[in-house]
């Protein structure tokens, strides 16, 4: 009988000096450290008819589940150090609190030496003056334009710092510009052995409009000095003209095509017409407000 109770899984039956109810607390297992009670009474709740081995091994048997995961930690410490910027060229030692991890190099380079970047200009020497740059425009001198490369060379090209420390009066920001990239284009042109060489350079395949510069800053000094009211006026004015264009779509509708052209061109003309009054007025308003005249932007 013991045999067939081991092949079926069901266990050894209970003697008949043996009560029952000490059999089952007998076969009761402790709940392990770290588990809850919910967790170990579902895993647990299985009948009295079914073995304890044949369960499948879903019960936790590690200890301490609540524990964290213990990280390696590597050795922080902080050394007062000297240090130099390679990006400087006067050599000065400082000395700064730099953190070292584990058994890292201390002696590393300064990090914040990789953010200098120079622009590289484009020089001229005495030859190349006499030959190429002062017959490009008379009306500048030598002292102005060294002065000029000079202050492109210490202010990485921003034209704005460069205005205004430009010693020679009667000079616009448009016109330094202008004398920079002239004489940079001419200087690539002649040092490259062949044209292609430098046709695909910023300088010379691009250049540098004087004209376009000068509308654009104009425009820009337009936009900055109007005031709330001419926005608002000028707005009104293109939502009229847009409800006009649309009202004569509508009654156009139907007609010829000649005519309908005819109906667009006539639109067109009043819209150029309506934006030329406009811009007349603004032109009005910003010479009042600032003195008939832009000042550097």
Known sequence: MSDFRDILGIGAAPSAGQPQDKLKKADKLKKPDGVSREVWLLQNSRPDN?????????VATAVGLKQKRKKEKQKVS??????????????????????????????????????NKKVELVMYNDEEYTSLVEPLDP?????????????????????????DRFMYPGRTLEELKQRYYNVAKILLEARASEPEEVAQHPIVSIGYNYAHEKERR???????????????????????????????????????????????????????????????????????VAGGGCTGL
């Open 78 to 115: 902080w050394h007062w150090r000297p240090f130099s910027n390679s990006a400087r060229t006067d050599s000065l030692n400082l000395n700064h609190w730099q953190k070292v991890i584990g058994n890292a190099d201390p002696n590393v380079e300064y990090p914040f030496a990789k953010y």
């Open 218 to 288: 104009r425009c820009l000094t337009h936009i900055l000095t109007r005031s709330p009211g001419q926005s608002e006026r000028e707005a009104e004015l293109l939502e009229q003209a847009v409800e006009i264009e649309e009202t004569r779509r509508i009654r156009m509708a139907g007609q010829p095509p000649e005519l309908v052209q005819a109906a667009v061109v006539v639109a067109a003309q009043r819209r150029k017409a309506m934006k030329a009054a406009v811009d007349s007025k603004l032109k009005g308003t910003l010479n009042v």
């Open 50 to 58: 079914v073995r304890e081995d044949s369960a499948p091994p879903i």
């Open 139 to 163: 009306s500048w001198s030598r002292a102005e334009t060294d002065h000029l490369f000079d202050l492109c060379d210490r202010f990485d090209l921003r034209f704005v710092p460069i205005d």
